[in-house]
């Protein structure tokens, strides 16, 4: 009974962390520019979201290829969690609760790695902007196996 | 998870992905032209301008929105509508491009300033196809009105055609009595643009200028002058589709000087896109007697589609064939 509720719990989590992951990467330079627009230009939701319409595939904007390019990595990630948390011997907690704080310490470091960038890329707008959208999903490749070690490093002191 | 449960989440990622794939493929293309027609057709400003400029990139796929960008570039309204309109037609359609030139070219004549300098930039708006605007947009070159004279000599910049004729405007206007104009002047010869040795003791002298601000961009200038760039490195940025239409433009610029751009010219006058043989055959038409070897070429692409690109054709052919009579007197 407990190995059937700890699957049905890992279950859980393997697949939030999956879709958040797939649709938080994709929906980040949109957030950011909506609440940029919001809270730098003083727009309202309505005008905010009128923008993001306007811009998703106009050219020199592209808000939609960006949003592309910028889930590549979290997709990859969201693949790699998808395996390794499905795939984790559910009668070894220990393991599960390791390879978990790993995931989640990964995840939580890709959204906010991308997050602030976003923010600080519309914040301070410049020509060469947009080198930051290219090299971003590169940086969050390398980014993701640090923060999944660092999250398995400190797994023992959460889950004593 | 089982594996059908892993299988199931990857198939509805590859959904997810399809859908989004379909979504951007319909937003772009060819396929996105009846929508930005509709945005061109609205009362929002920012979507009409952004409309347009999606139109511009696309080029002759757009060629359904030809009549709506040619009404909002002609009709009355606001003119950074009809700037952006103007702008857009150069890449889809020659000819409408020209009918906006033929409406806006009485304008420069108009007695309010702010109808003649709209003219001037939307005719600087319509880059190269602008090119027999020139003479009448020297013409208002000594207007009493600085913005005007400002936004003529912004508009021989980016017409940039014919070489003499617009390089004689822009010497005009370093002379200006007003620093904006003098700075509008001189911002063409700072950025890697081509020079000559009339231009650069005017250049020297203003690095003396009473502003700072033109005085900085003379020794920019004057510098750019002392080293100039040779044809060859616009003849490998001919290759690049973007890039294709300045290296064009500065090749017509280099006139005789850049008779070893002459092979690569003339194949340029079967490229896909009219505005790349127009300025082909501009481009043929400065270098003149060099381009001795373009004349085949050239005589072929007299039954050209376009009737803009045949007109330069033609005009090119011309001075070749007159220079070359001259040369063999």
Known sequence: MTDVNSNRILTLFTLAVYWTCLLIGLTIPWLATIVIDMLKHDQTLGQALHQLRLHLFAPGYNLFLVALFNAVPFVLFAVFALFHMGRAPVHDRRLCGRRGAGVLMAALALVMFSAWTHAMTLWHPDAQGAIAYLFLPLVLLAVAPVAYAVGRALAPFIFR | MTPRQIGLQLGLLVALMAVLGIVYWQHTGVRAVPALINALEGNDLQAQMLAAQELKQMGQPAAAAVPTLLELATEPGRSSLHLEAAGALPPIDLSAARKVMVAWLPKLQDPDPQVRREAASIL???????????????????????????????????????????????????????????????????????????????????????????????????????????????????????????????????????????????????????????????????????????????????????????????EALRRIENTNRQVSR
């Open chain 2, 124 to 314: 600087g708006a319509l880059g190269p196809v602008a090119k027999p605007a020139v003479r009448s947009l020297l013409g208002i070159a000594q207007d009493p009105n600085t913005i005007v004279r400002d936004r003529v000599v912004r508009a021989l910049e980016t017409i940039g055609l014919p070489p003499d004729l617009v390089m004689e405007g822009l010497r005009q206007a370093l002379r200006d009595p007003d620093w904006t104009v003098r700075y509008a002047a001189v911002a063409p010869f700072s950025f890697g643009e081509v020079s000559n040795p009339e231009t650069l003791p005017l250049l020297r002298e203003l690095t003396q200028d009473s502003n700072q601000m033109v005085a900085r961009l003379a020794q920019l200038a004057v510098a750019s002058a002392e080293r100039p760039m040779g044809a060859s490195r616009h003849i490998l940025m001919l290759d690049q589709g973007n890039g294709r239409a300045h290296s064009l433009v500065q090749l017509a610029k280099l006139g005789p000087r850049a008779a070893e751009a002459v092979p690569k010219l003339s194949s340029l006058l079967t490229a896909r896109r009219p505005i790349d043989r127009y300025l082909a055959a501009s481009a043929l038409e400065s270098i003149g007697s060099a381009a001795v070897e373009a004349v085949p070429a050239l005589r072929q692409s007299l039954q050209d589609a376009d009737p803009v690109v045949r007109e330069a054709v033609a």
